[in-house]
């Protein structure tokens, strides 16, 4: 398997438009994570989808942000509008969904909003 | 609310030296731990992963303990290689949901050849 597979891997954007992050997860993983990395805060989940239904949103910052996953092997994760502060690495990843299984992440996109 | 903190958040050494990466974590319901390496711009590689009911892992030349009671865990890298340069990560995935990790600050290693 490829593994998790994000695109695009870099993004630069201006203030105020929508940015469209896509993942793959690997095939057969049941679960599926959203993460974000800064400097400051380093890493925190954004949401959490099993079986394709999103679980937990509590990390998602505010309204600007959505995520879908449609089906069992494809996800984004949208920014509208998007603001300098959304600057930052943005991780997805996947695990089989059964207990004590291993969290594997994909390259990550780096976005960079101006 | 879950809290990791890992320390030291930098460190260099001399290659060969053994050495040990601490994670600290407040809520000690926790479901797993897992350490990463992730090598600059780019992903997490995850290294080890520790059950609630193990004390340890290993992996070659990398070891990790857990103490749930404490709220501790270590990673020990032995005989260490300018390779091994790189940031490692602790994360702990709650007793609901043990997947939706909580990460810590990190630790940056440098070996020096």
């Known amino acids: 398997d490829a593994g998790v597979i994000q695109s695009p891997r870099h993004e630069v954007t201006e203030m105020g438009q929508e940015v469209t992050l896509r993942c793959k997860p690997i095939s057969g993983h049941n679960s599926l994570f959203w993460y974000r990395q800064t400097m400051m805060r380093g890493l925190e989940l954004l949401i959490y989808f099993n079986n394709n239904v999103p679980i937990d949103d509590s990390g998602m910052p505010e309204d600007r942000f959505s995520a879908k996953m449609p089906n069992a092997s494809f996800s984004t994760l949208k920014i509208q509008p998007s603001e300098p502060r959304d600057s930052a690495v943005y991780f997805c990843a996947s695990s089989p969904g059964h207990a004590n299984t291993e969290a594997f992440f994909g390259q990550g996109t780096r976005l960079t909003v101006v | 609310k879950q809290e990791v903190t890992q320390i030291p958040a930098a460190l260099s050494v001399p290659e060969g030296e053994n050495l040990v990466l601490n994670c600290s974590f407040t809520?000690?319901?926790?479901?797993?731990l897992q350490w990463f390496r992730q090598d600059p711009g780019k992903g997490l590689t995850s290294l080890l992963l520790?059950?609630?009911?193990?004390r340890e892992q290993t992996s070659g030349r990398l070891n990790a303990s857990l103490d749930k009671s404490s709220g501790r865990s270590t990673l020990y890298i032995a005989a260490s290689q300018p390779g091994d340069s790189a940031t490692y990560l602790c994360?702990?995935?709650?007793?609901?949901?043990?997947?939706?990790?909580?990460f810590g600050g990190g630790t940056r290693l440098m070996v020096k050849p």
């Open positions: 520790i059950q609630s009911s193990q």
């Open positions: 994360a702990v995935g709650p007793i609901n949901a043990g997947n939706m990790l909580t």
């Open positions: 809520d000690s319901a926790i479901y797993n």
